[in-house]
């Protein structure tokens, strides 16, 4: 069997192309369940004010488990916004990872392409490590990736909708452009968006509610890390072209 | 005076340094980060930065989410 290259974004060597996000999780055991189920190596966390009491669970659990940070900064408005809230993170979490997002609106939660695109110079400049959310337009991904972005994560359909991808013709569009690795990030429902994610070309998925909202998030995880391997191992061998007409694959009398 | 921390009044000495503040609120040191009036103070400088009526203390941590 063709081996696989492992993912390298920043530089950074990754062998799950799973990399789960921690938000929705009922409580902090079926969120580990779940983390180890899936075998990322690479999870997402939010900024937010500090109880004044101190303490952060998810970090203490994430730590424990050697499971690298990827901070985000949800819930911005703004490139200043973001910008500031990656150079808190920066400080909180030595770690110069970040994923850039910045929400246009409440309802839809879709990027603001304009301030993504400055914030990511912004954040480019001062050395970070960049994993941009958006949208999935080809040419802003491509001006992403001009800007700097160590990796550039268009959704398939907005946060937390489970809609699946709504637009893989220009999945494939960005992922057959790009010189960065393209992370499919939002809107996965279940493991067929998983793997058609990859079967498209994305280098890896990006999912959380998928699986800390499923009924059973430890077997939804391990439906997306097999989902995420078969969809990479189907764009590996090639698939048959698609045809109109059928065409007989017993021979002739 | 009084300084605005996460949003929220509090009363502090006139001279009580960044450090001196997070000390009194019990706040880890590690996995949080603090910016003063939109500007993040690295650790190293929590105890040279002295707060000033009306500054507005921002500290966040990492939770769930995204």
Redesign the interface.
């Known amino acids: 069997m063709t081996s696989d290259d492992p993912l390298v974004i920043g530089g950074q060597k990754l062998d799950s192309r799973l990399i789960i996000?921690?938000?929705?999780?009922t409580n902090l055991a079926v969120?580990e369940r779940a983390l180890v189920e899936s075998g990322t190596e690479l999870t997402?966390?939010?900024?937010?004010?500090?109880?004044?009491?101190?303490?952060?669970g998810?970090?203490d659990l994430l730590r424990r488990l050697g499971i690298s940070?990827?901070?985000?900064t949800?819930g911005c408005r703004s490139a200043a916004e973001a910008v500031?809230?990656a150079?808190?993170?920066?400080?909180?979490?030595e770690t110069d990872w970040i994923?850039l997002?910045v929400h246009a609106d409440d309802r839809t939660l879709l990027p603001e392409p304009f301030e993504t695109l400055d914030a990511a110079e912004q954040l480019v400049a001062d050395g970070f490590t960049v994993l941009a959310y958006t949208n999935d337009d080809p040419v802003l991904a491509l001006r992403l990736e001009e800007a700097g972005c160590a990796a550039v994560m268009p959704l398939g359909a907005p946060i937390g909708t489970g809609l699946g991808i709504r637009n893989p013709h220009n999945i494939e569009l960005i992922t057959s452009r790009a010189n960065v690795p393209i992370v499919l990030d939002a809107g996965i429902g279940t493991a067929s968006d998983a793997a058609l994610a990859m079967e498209l070309g994305c280098d890896a998925v990006l999912l959380?509610t998928a699986v800390t909202r499923a009924e059973d998030p430890e077997r939804m995880a391990a439906a997306m890390r097999n989902a995420v391997d078969a969809g990479r191992l189907a764009r590996l061998a090639g698939r048959i072209p698609q045809r109109f007409w059928a065409q007989a694959s017993s021979p002739p009398r | 005076m009084d300084v605005e921390v996460n949003g929220e009044e509090r009363e502090v000495a006139e001279g009580t340094t960044l450090a001196r503040l997070l000390e009194q609120l019990g706040t880890a040191r590690r996995g949080v980060a603090v910016a003063v009036d939109g500007t993040v103070v690295t650790r190293s400088e929590w105890q040279d930065v002295v707060l000033t009526d009306g500054a507005k203390v921002e500290i966040l941590t990492a939770v769930q989410g995204g």
């Not at chain 1, 150079?87 to 979490?93: F, Y």
């Open positions: 996000g921690t938000g929705g999780a969120l997402t966390v939010a900024m937010r004010r500090a109880d004044v009491d101190g303490g952060s998810v970090l940070l990827l901070p985000n949800a500031l809230t150079r808190l993170a920066r400080e909180a979490l994923k997002e959380s």
